[in-house]
């Protein structure tokens, strides 16, 4: 049976071509992952930083790891 993350809060960056999304996994579990898109390729968005797999007890713990890891996100 596959499972289905919920976006709880998704951040664009400057030019909409990167984000970070915060996410509910089915088990109460949160974490997030950065992508990025090419507007010219129509294949979507792609996971570039591999942080999905990381367990977070709430969206605030995962938001915080994000900001650690992710540069821009530092940038407010």
């Given at each position: 049976?596959?499972?289905?993350?919920?976006?709880v809060k998704s951040i664009n960056g400057l030019d909409d071509s990167i984000c970070v999304d915060i996410f509910e996994r089915p088990?109460?579990?949160f974490g997030f992952?950065?992508?990025?898109?090419?507007?010219?390729d129509a294949r979507g968005w792609f996971p570039i930083g591999y942080y999905s797999?990381?367990?977070?007890?709430?969206?605030?713990?995962?938001?915080?790891?994000?900001k650690?890891?992710?540069?821009?996100?530092?940038?407010?």
């Open positions: 049976m596959a499972h289905i993350n919920k976006v088990d109460g579990s992952e950065e992508y990025r898109r090419d507007f010219e797999s990381t367990v977070f007890n709430t969206a605030d713990e995962a938001m915080a790891s994000a650690q890891k992710v540069a821009w996100l530092r940038i407010d």
